[in-house]
């Protein structure tokens, strides 16, 4: 069955997917409020969360928990009620439904049921943050969570370092001192942008080198997204040749001769190639995984 995005889909039979506010209350749209008010049903990723957000705006619809964990058990029923005619609204705890946070499930499948998607756009945290850091946004890679796993999160960070565009990504406030010491490993020089507690009272960006962010973080509290700028001209013009084996080399003498801590010898071979550390690191990873 071909999957259909309908453009203007009437208000009887269709999911729609509803951006809410990342921190301020205030920030929602008028359409999504009235979405809101007269969907007969609203799939919310926390209903506790979400009737915060119903109570500020004097609402009453009737919510059912939709989360990573039951959404797939949730689908044959919403599906069955939106045929039947059912306007179901679909939130997340903040933000855009589907962006790191449970929807695309669903979305796809009313597509596959034909039944009307209709997003309605609204407040998100990476494209807010990205905004403010003043990087260049085209092109933009989004990016999730980094994985909680050691052996994952070193291949996802070996990913990120080959994006040389600007980038963003969330991280949790028990987690972000060591992700900023990866990036600082990986990243080098390349400036980055810290955002916490967006549209809050509290909002903050830090900028700088991840080094020199997580110099001044402080007690990490809130929610936080990332956002890393492209690799500069400046360090792209100081590279020269070198291969994974000269990389692997150099920093095995570094260490295994004179002692060196990884983080150090990593900087001594980033100078003496003239590269950033975070070239040298993914260097000495590919070379290492050929060497096995």
């Not at 005619?85 to 929807?103: E, I, K, M, Q």
């Not at 990036?183 to 916490?196: D, H, N, T």
């Not at 070239?279 to 050929?290: G, L, M, P």
């Amino acid at each position: 069955m071909n999957r259909v995005l309908h453009d203007n889909p009437q208000m009887s039979g269709t999911l729609y997917v509803v951006a809410t506010p990342i921190g301020n209350l205030e920030d929602i749209t008028l359409r999504a409020l009235r979405v809101l008010r007269e969907a007969d049903l609203i799939a919310a990723e926390d209903t506790r969360r979400t009737a915060k957000l119903l109570t500020h705006h004097a609402i009453s619809t009737p919510t059912l928990s939709v989360h990573e964990h039951n959404i797939r058990s949730r689908i044959p029923s919403l599906v069955q009620r939106m045929k039947a005619g059912a306007r179901v609204a679909l939130v997340t705890d903040a933000g855009v439904p589907g962006v790191s946070d449970p929807g695309v499930e669903l979305v796809n499948a009313c597509l596959d049921a034909d039944i009307p998607v209709d997003p309605v756009p609204g407040p998100s945290a990476p494209l807010t943050a990205a905004v403010a850091s003043g990087f260049p946004l085209t092109p933009l890679t989004l990016l999730g969570f980094p994985p909680v796993k050691e052996t994952e999160r070193a291949t996802w960070f070996l990913a990120l370092d080959q994006i040389r565009h600007t980038l963003t990504f969330f991280e949790s406030p028990h987690r972000v001192v060591q992700t900023l010491s990866d990036l600082s490993l990986k990243l080098g020089e390349r400036q980055i942008v810290v955002a916490r507690e967006l549209t809050k009272a509290h909002q903050e960006f830090l900028r700088g080198t991840a080094r020199e962010v997580a110099a001044r973080l402080g007690t990490p509290r809130g929610e936080f997204t990332i956002v890393v700028a492209p690799i500069s001209k400046a360090l792209v013009d100081r590279e020269i040749p070198f291969s994974d084996d000269d990389a692997l080399r150099e920093f095995g003498e570094l260490t295994k001769t004179r002692g060196l801590r990884r983080r150090d010898a990593i900087a001594m071979v980033a100078k003496r190639f003239g590269r950033s550390t975070r070239d040298i690191y993914a260097a000495v990873e590919r070379a290492k995984i050929a060497a096995r």
